[in-house]
């Protein structure tokens, strides 16, 4: 009974430590993530904010300097939650990282506030290259499922990366990118000529590019057919 109450004790120092100290991550679950039902929940089985909890610790002694320690409990924390973020990467508050497996943030990572990144999506390089290697992201951007934003580039504030993209280029804010590689749909509010954005299914501009390709040969060969129809009436 002794160590039981010991265990709930540590577990609710915890618990309120996590609280005070990442308000803002909590108020971000509760604002973008409708599953959330209370706080207790939330601090104890939300893999993404255990995630970020252990790059807070990790990220200042990284800073420091300090060898091995910091790689050892970002590492710890990828095979506790799935999630890898390197303790050299910056983040601001407010970053919500949803469900979360397979989330890769590198070592140069810069992350504006309240980020929203969902599962499968790397913030990675492009090759070996030294010093800054990977992307910087704005405030208040949204990177959808399996999204690959890479190389040193820079998403501005209010940009929403559809699912499966593979960013490759500077990004202005306010604006919308899909496809492969990532083109832009919407900036500022207007869309661009030629593309219909719907919300719940943002269009591949690649699949896009095909289905137009496809109708011209569907009309070049119905041109053909016509032509040789016309050949085998005369003769």
């Known amino acids: 009974m002794d160590i039981f109450i010991i265990v709930i004790s540590i577990v609710a120092a915890a618990a309120f430590l996590v609280w ?3 308000r803002p991550e909590i108020k971000g679950v509760f604002e973008r993530d409708p599953a959330a039902r209370n706080v207790l929940e939330v601090i104890l089985l939300y893999s993404g904010l255990h995630a970020i909890v252990a790059y807070r610790i990790a990220h200042p002694l990284y800073l420091m300097r300090v060898p091995i320690l910091p790689r050892l409990i970002s590492q710890t ?3 506790l939650t799935g999630i890898e973020i390197h303790p050299g990467a910056r983040i601001g ?4 990282i949803d469900h979360g497996m397979g989330v890769v943030i590198g070592e140069t990572s810069i992350i504006g506030d309240n980020v929203t990144i969902f599962q499968g ?3 990675g390089g492009t090759g070996k290259e030294k010093g800054k290697r990977h992307p910087t992201l704005g405030s208040n951007v949204v990177v959808g499922t399996g999204a690959k934003v890479l ?9 929403a990366i559809g699912a499966n993209a593979v960013v490759i280029k500077d990004v202005p804010s306010n604006s919308t990118v899909v496809g492969v590689p990532g083109r832009i749909v919407k900036q500022e509010g207007k869309e661009f000529p ?3 954005l719907d919300h719940t299914n943002l269009p591949d ?11 011209e040969i569907n009309q070049i ?3 053909l057919k016509k032509h040789s129809d016309d050949i085998e009436r005369k003769t």
């Open 20 to 22: 005070f100290f990442f």
């Open 77 to 79: 924390a990828r095979f």
């Open 93 to 96: 508050k407010g970053l919500f």
């Open 121 to 123: 999506v790397t913030l």
């Open 151 to 159: 190389g040193n580039i820079t998403v501005g504030d209010n940009v």
């Open 194 to 196: 030629g593309i219909r």
């Open 205 to 215: 501009p690649l699949t896009q590019a095909l289905d137009k390709l496809q109708d």
């Open 221 to 223: 060969e119905g041109e």
